[in-house]
């Protein structure tokens, strides 16, 4: 008999559960970035965004996937967020392809 609580426990392909828990993985980005005084500036910088503009800015679409995508684009970073946050590497690029869609 089908158990529709396996599917749901599975991850998928990409090796993320669901939606959810890549936005999860990106939020943990967030606070990972905004807690090391050397990756905020930088970050903030990068996206032209000020601590105010943060808040209002991590409600838009496509935000959380620049946080991955940051913190994909610099190896020291990803490694250090993986560690903080007890991940594979390889979960850190499937949350952000899972939420970025597929490159044109």
């Known amino acids: 008999m089908h158990d529709p609580r396996a599917a749901r426990s599975r991850p998928a392909r ?3 559960a669901d939606a ?3 936005e999860a993985i990106a939020i943990r980005g967030l606070t990972f ?3 090391d005084p050397v990756l905020f500036p930088r ?3 990068l996206t032209g965004l000020d601590p105010q503009g943060l808040r209002r ?3 838009e679409r496509g935000f959380l996937p620049g946080v991955l995508e940051f913190i994909l684009g610099h190896e020291p970073t990803l490694i250090a967020f993986c560690e903080a946050a007890e ?3 390889a979960r850190v690029s499937s949350a952000w392809q899972a939420m970025a869609g597929p490159r044109e």
């Open 57 to 59: 800015a991590a409600e």
């Open 33 to 35: 970035i905004a807690s």
């Open 87 to 89: 991940l594979d590497p």
């Open 20 to 22: 959810d828990e890549a």
């Open 43 to 45: 970050f903030l910088a």
């Open 14 to 16: 990409n090796g993320i």
